[in-house]
């Protein structure tokens, strides 16, 4: 054998073991073995003995890295919440603000104290619990910064300030990479309940398709609580997709279902329109909880979600599509 032998490799792996970790291990181990036997020398007792102070050295290394950096990250998850975050966001908004810690969320806001207390009881409280109740299995371990800015004036310089850019929407938005709820709430509390739909749903389904996203996010944005859960009620976007279904310019439900993410979002208005007015007739079948838990679950089997569509309300969507158009005219604000 010549160049490196098998206890500069074992060296250069302990070396490395603390960098990487176990896998290089095993390669290391798996070269000194391979060699020993390209030499013709076969993986004897002796070989074995001789290597073993030093695989119980490194097997002894790797433990005590990985156990460190698991306590590290276990004290790191631990330290976030929402009352900490709290703290971090006082420095950021100073005096001006009132901050609140309600279930997931850290609030602050700089509207008058009746309307933050609303939104802090109703929306983050009691809208969240519904959320959970009847759709999500998965809890959030993380702490959501929900910022609720009295007017349009506050909304759009303080987005500026922390996040860098002004918001391409007046209502508001849920910024994932911070996530951070961010809010004009002079526009009303439906937004937030939307968002927090976008939210809380990362954590439960996280590969969850557009269309499903925004219809059952935009469903919400106008509902009321009750024993069962949020109740989707009517709303503006209710004309514009009785406007388009006596144009003939909405496109079928198959359609909607299966365009991609990209697609969906393109031809905004009709689409997301569409998208929720399904989602509430699912509701008033008493089929959405149902939908939402299968798609979910056997996502893999159908990526659309069409499938369980069909199998919650036990027909084609062909079938189910004219069914749904007349009861969508039907409706009235
Ligand atoms: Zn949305």
Not at 63 to 70: D, F, I, N, Q, T
Request: hydrophobic share 45%.
């Amino acid at each position: 054998m010549s160049g490196i032998g098998p206890w500069e490799l074992l060296i250069i792996g302990a070396i490395l073991c603390a960098l990487v970790g176990v896998p290089v291990l095993v390669v290391v181990v798996l070269l000194v073995l391979f060699k020993k036997k390209q030499c013709g020398q076969g993986i004897g007792t002796g070989t074995m003995r001789a290597a073993l102070p030093a695989l119980v050295f490194l097997g002894g290394f790797w433990a005590l890295s990985v156990g460190v950096s698991a306590a590290g990250a276990e004290t790191g998850e631990a330290k976030e919440t929402p009352e900490k975050v709290l703290a971090e966001m006082k420095k950021e908004l100073g005096d001006g603000f009132q901050y609140r810690a309600v279930r997931c969320f850290a609030a602050a806001s700089d509207a008058d104290p009746a309307s933050f207390d609303r939104i802090a009881h109703f929306t983050l409280g009691d809208c969240y619990d519904a959320y959970e109740k009847q759709f999500f299995k998965t809890r959030p371990a993380q702490v959501y910064r929900v910022y609720l800015f009295k007017d349009d004036a506050s909304y759009r310089k303080h987005a500026k300030e922390l996040f860098g850019s002004v918001p391409d929407t007046p209502f508001g938005y849920y910024l994932d990479s911070r996530r951070a709820l961010v809010m004009n709430i002079a526009t009303g509390g439906g937004t937030l309940v939307h968002e927090m739909f976008h939210a809380l749903v990362r954590v439960d389904f996280p590969d969850i398709p557009a269309w499903a996203n925004e219809g059952l996010g935009s469903l919400f944005e106008q509902c009321h609580v009750t024993d069962e859960g949020l109740v989707g009620l009517v709303n503006w976007r209710l004309p514009i997709l009785q406007d388009a279904i006596r144009k003939n310019e909405l496109p079928t439900l198959r359609k909607i279902m299966t365009v991609d993410d990209a697609a969906f979002y393109a031809a905004r208005a009709g689409n997301y329109a569409g998208a929720r007015y399904f989602m509430m007739y699912l509701q008033e079948n008493r089929r959405l909880v149902d939908f939402y838990a299968k798609f979910r679950d056997n996502f893999k089997k159908d990526r659309t979600g069409v499938r369980f569509a069909e199998e919650v309300l036990g027909r084609k969507l062909e079938e189910v599509e004219p069914d749904w158009r007349k009861w969508v005219m039907g409706l009235k604000r």
